[in-house]
């Protein structure tokens, strides 16, 4: 589905990727890691347009990513969520989702004026779409709350519900489980487990191991800038290679002789 061949990025002398070749299959929920500065946002920045790669070749259902502005990618079926919390916080829970679909909405000028019968249509079938993806991520009971009211983990549910509202058949991950507790991470894994299992192909980027080992059918590390290893987690989590690059790193995770974090 998602193909990144050759894929180099400078900035200025640094080289920050080299040579990444990168294939996310349909249907799978795959996942980047690497430790801190390896190079995996900068990874995201280009699949999502915000980057452009130095050389090499990001290639969408065989279609090249490289040039297109970041809401063509989106509209083309890439969502992401951010390391950062970005919901609206004076904004309803429904609102918010509304907002996520606002490039899919079809209504004329002249109807946001006239609140004309497409528009009101138009309108009502979004608020029923937005209260049915907040129901995925088991929010909807508080669909016309603010946003402002939610609980961390219930903020990062509400943006993947956003995230989703494009109608993606990728969804990006930008280190999903940050700054959540053991709890709010068990939910998360709980709801990206059930979103794939409603068709979505799932890529993220992560630093807690468990959270990906625990997700993800294949893993790719990047250290360097380089794909030191790609794999099942098994295989990934007893490399040498990955091993050696998270030893003594308790900023990422964490790790033993004997291989990564179960
Ligand atoms: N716009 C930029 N200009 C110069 N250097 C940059 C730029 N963006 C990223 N870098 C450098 O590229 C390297 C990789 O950064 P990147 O943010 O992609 O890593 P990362 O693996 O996502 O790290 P983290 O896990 O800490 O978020 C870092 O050394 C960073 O300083």
Redesign the pocket.
């Known amino acids: 589905m998602l193909e990144l061949s050759h894929v180099s ?1 400078h ?2 002398g ?1 080289v ?2 080299e040579d990444v070749n990168l294939a996310v299959p349909a249907n799978t929920i795959f996942g980047l890691i ?12 280009i699949i999502t347009g915000l ?1 452009a790669p130095s050389s090499g070749q990001v290639l969408f259902e065989g279609v090249s990513l490289v040039g297109k502005q970041p809401h063509t990618i989106t509209q083309g079926g890439i969502a992401r969520t951010f ?1 950062n919390i970005r919901v609206f916080k004076e904004m309803s829970l429904l609102d918010n989702v509304i907002v996520g679909m606002h490039a899919h909405l079809h209504y004329g000028p002249l109807g946001i004026f006239t609140r004309s019968k497409s528009f009101a249509a138009a309108e009502r079938a979004a608020r029923e779409k937005a209260y049915e993806l907040l129901s995925w991520v088991r929010l909807a009971h508080k669909c016309d709350e603010l946003a402002e009211s939610l609980s961390y983990g219930e903020q990062r549910r509400l943006e993947l519900a956003r995230a989703l509202a494009t109608n993606p058949k990728l969804l990006l991950l930008d ?1 999903p489980v940050a700054g959540m507790n053991s709890s709010e991470k068990e939910e998360l894994m709980h709801e990206v487990r059930n979103i794939h299992a409603r068709g979505f192909t799932i890529f993220m ?1 992560e ?1 807690d191991m468990r959270f990906v080992m625990g997700l993800c059918k294949e893993i790719a590390v ?1 250290n360097f ?1 380089r794909i030191i290893c790609q794999g099942e987690p098994d295989h990934v989590r007893n490399d040498p290679q990955v091993i050696e690059a998270y030893l003594g790193r308790e ?2 995770a964490s790790t033993t002789s004997q291989g990564v974090a179960q």
């Open positions: 990025r900035f200025g640094l920050v990727l690497g430790p801190n500065g390896a190079g995996k946002t900068t990874v995201v920045n980057l390391q280190e980027i630093h990047l800038g900023d990422d």
